[in-house]
T-cell receptor, first 108, second 117 residues
């Protein structure tokens, strides 16, 4: 069975501080992992995917197969980063399994 | 590009009635669409996978006779909640598989808030 765990429901940081949103997964195959973001009153949208190894809006995430983790990081948080972040795992039949999400609040 | 719309954005219906929610891919064709349910402050729960021209595949525990899914064209999938009850009240979100080779990337609709009174 595939599972995604985001241990923090809420995360609050100050502007300019580093931020790390944790994500651990359980999957027997070769995982494809994603971070989706939902800003207030907006739809869910893809932030980044591990396979492209890109940095979007200053965020990066590295897949660590040994620790089965895919933590999302940003060195200097901005107020506009405040949103709900979901880690997602791609499984069979191209279905996504989502974690429960972490609400990030960046305080001024 | 790659916009997914849902209609209606919110709906209130009485217990026992049925309500239909539409999901459209506006500027691309979607062979596969997905229907999710989201409870307040909780994650998205996949309900079913909708494939154009074939029967939907439902996740375990989802009543296929209650949540009827039809994917009649490459740009439209519908979810009908039949004989709705108050416990069906929720936020329903659809997504469409991104254009190009089949992948895990999905484009999400804005969601539909269903309230059953």
């Amino acid at each position: 069975a595939q599972r995604v765990t985001q241990p923090e429901k809420l995360l609050s940081v100050f502007k300019g501080a580093p931020v790390e949103l944790k994500c651990n997964y359980s999957y027997s195959g070769s995982p494809e992992l994603f971070w989706y973001v939902q800003y207030s009153r907006q739809r869910l949208q893809l932030l980044l995917r591990h396979i492209s190894r890109e940095s979007i809006k200053g965020f990066t995430a590295d897949l660590n197969k040994g620790e089965t983790s895919f933590h999302l990081k940003k060195p200097f948080a901005q107020e506009e980063d405040s949103a709900m972040y979901y880690c997602a795992l791609g499984g069979s039949n191209y279905k996504l399994t989502f974690g429960k999400g972490t609400l990030l609040t960046v305080n001024p | 590009g790659a916009v997914v719309s849902q209609h209606p954005s919110w709906v209130i219906c009485k217990s026992g009635t049925s309500v239909k929610i539409e999901c459209r891919s506006l500027d691309f064709q979607a062979t596969t669409m997905f229907w999710y349910r989201q409870f307040p402050k909780q994650s998205l729960m996949l309900m079913a996978t909708s494939n154009e021209g074939s029967k939907a595949t439902y996740e375990q525990g989802v009543e296929k006779d209650k949540f009827l899914i039809n994917h009649a064209s490459l740009t439209l999938s519908t979810l009908t909640v039949t004989s709705a009850h108050p416990e069906d009240s929720s936020f329903y979100i659809c997504s469409a598989d991104a254009p190009g080779p089949l992948s895990y990337e999905q484009y999400f609709g804005p969601g539909t808030r269903l309230t059953v009174t």
